[in-house]
Each structure stands twice: as C-alpha cells, then as structure tokens.
C-alpha cells in the first residue's frame, strides 16, 4: 500500500551494529505499529503507539526500541542487533472507527539480515 | 493461550476452481475475525473483517464465514484466478481492557497456489 512506505526495503547488516527501520504514512491515521514475520510464524506485534505521546510494548519489544517523531512518522531501532533479528519487518497503521472495525494498512515490509 | 491454527498450510488448485480455506481459533474473548491476502513480498492486505453477529461476509470472489460457537472461520474463493496466488491470514482480535485496546493473534496462513 503505497499511503505506507518502509526504508530501507532490504537492509543486510552485521551483529552489533545499530539498525533504523523507518515508516512513513500518509493515511492520516493516528496508530501506529510494527510487526516481525518469521518463516512458519504469524506475525508478532513489537511496538504500538495510538497517538505520538502514547508507546506501548508488544509481545516481543526485547532488543527493540521506537521512535514515534510524528503522526506520519514510526520509527523501529535495534541497538545491537543480533541474527535472530533476521526476519520481514511491518509497519502497519490503523484508524479505529468503532469498537472491533479497525482496518490495519500494512507497509510493503523490511528484510533485514543479521550476519 | 490465545491461538489461531489455520490449514491447509499449503494448496495447490488449477485456475478456474473453487477452495476452502480453514481457520480454528481460541481467543478469549473474542471481538472480531480478520482475513488478510499477503503477496509475496509485500504486506498484508485486509478482506475482511467480521464481528461477533456476523456469520458471513463477502468481498467480490472471496466469502468469509464465522461460526462462533464452534471457534472456526472459512475462507471461500470462487473461480480462482492467478492472482489469488498468495498467503492468507486468519487473525483473530480479543477484546482489551479499554475501548480500542485489542489484541491480534495472527495465524501462520495458508499459501495457496493457482496454475493454469
């Protein structure tokens, strides 16, 4: 969905270094969240922020850490990242309508390697 | 533990035919079910989305179904085209403490393959 863009869309890096994965959108919609998708595994939810002053963890935040710079702007961080942070990266946002109606719109994904 | 199980893993089916596609949850409680179509190598893209009172949705070929009492949901493509080469995901929503505040269990989807 082009209203939400991921850089970089392929990223190889080595272990210990610093990652920023960053998402852009232009829906207008106030939440915010990213996710990591393994082979064989759903998708797991890292962060989410419903506005910019609200973070939140998700299931698996250890090792990760975000950024919410503005309502268009959700940015993922791996301090020192590690190979089993090889995996698809999502940035996803959602416009809550009503209770049980939010629609989530995904970005087209990260793939980043951990060496 | 909330879980999403959905099969089959994998289908394969010529261009033309119709499927089914299973999804079994235990999500507690539950507020709404979602199908997603993912592309390879793109993010998930919403289907459908259906509430507790609802026991059929449809969106052009595809319908899906949701049979609360027994936790299950189905996914139904009519005439498949290739196009519909793709993953889909069941994820079912629990309701949170808060308006708003619900919690997604993905499923790990179904890859489904059309040929000519």
């Known amino acids: 969905d082009a209203d939400v863009t991921q850089t970089p869309r392929n990223r190889i890096t080595k272990t210990g270094k610093r990652i920023m994965l960053e998402c852009s959108q232009t829906k207008g919609h106030d939440r915010m969240y990213w996710y990591r998708q393994d082979p064989g595994l759903g998708l797991r939810l890292i962060y989410y922020s419903f506005d910019v002053k609200d973070i939140n963890k998700g299931e698996i935040s250890d090792g990760y850490s975000v950024s919410r710079q503005a309502q268009a702007k959700f940015s993922l961080s791996l301090e020192s990242a590690i190979p089993n942070q090889t995996a698809l990266y999502f940035c996803?946002?959602?416009?809550?309508?009503?209770?049980?109606?939010?629609?989530?719109?995904f970005g087209p994904g990260t793939r980043l390697t951990v060496l | 533990k909330n879980q999403v199980e959905q099969s089959p893993q994998s289908l394969i089916i010529l261009e033309g035919k119709n499927c089914t596609l299973q999804c079994n949850y235990t999500v507690s409680p539950f507020s709404n079910l979602r199908w997603y179509k993912q592309d390879t190598g793109r993010g998930p893209v919403s289907l459908t989305i259906?509430?507790?009172?609802?026991n059929t949705k449809s969106n052009g070929r595809y319908t899906a179904t949701l049979d609360a009492d027994t936790k299950q949901s189905s996914l139904h493509i009519t005439a498949s085209q290739l196009s519909d080469s793709a993953s889909y995901i069941c994820?079912?929503?629990?309701?949170?403490?808060?308006?708003?505040?619900?919690?997604?269990?993905f499923g790990t989807g179904t890859r489904l393959t059309i040929i000519p």
């Open positions: 994820v079912v929503s629990a309701k949170g403490s808060n308006f708003g505040n619900e919690k997604l269990t």
């Open positions: 259906m509430t507790f009172s609802e």
């Open positions: 996803a946002t959602s416009d809550i309508r009503g209770p049980s109606t939010d629609t989530q719109y």
